[in-house]
């Protein structure tokens, strides 16, 4: 079983900037994928950013220039680094860890970003 932890939201005013992590943990064999999603009120969950086993990045559109993705493989961690953000960045930010060949979705517990105007 794996478990994800998320730390670092929070509330924040626009322009700022906040750090999430999301350490995993239990029996972990291949991580293919470390990523990060979110899900505002009334929307559906949204990729935000992902980075793969071999260091390949994907970002959303809205976030590109202001967010960066990194990952600790000796650590099992990946960490989101937002700056400059929007109230439109307001959401509940999710962990997302694909594992072995089936690339089994796991998910952590969410995090609250609040973005005051």
């Known amino acids: 079983q794996v478990q994800l932890v998320e730390s670092g939201g929070g509330l924040v005013q626009a322009g700022g900037s906040l750090r999430l992590s999301c350490v995993a943990s239990g029996t972990i064999f291949s991580i293919n994928v470390m990523g990060w999603y979110r899900q505002a009120p009334g929307n559906e969950r949204e990729l935000v950013a992902a980075?793969?086993?071999?260091?390949?990045?994907n970002y959303a559109d809205s976030v590109k220039g202001r967010f960066t993705i990194s990952r600790d493989n000796a650590k099992n961690t990946v960490y989101l680094q937002m700056n400059s953000l929007k109230p439109q960045d307001t959401a509940v930010y999710y962990c997302?860890?694909?594992?072995?060949?089936?690339?089994?979705?796991?998910w952590g517990q969410g995090t609250q970003v609040t973005v005051s105007s």
């Open positions: 997302n860890l694909k594992v072995g060949i089936r690339n089994i979705n796991y």
């Open positions: 980075i793969t086993s071999g260091g390949r990045l």
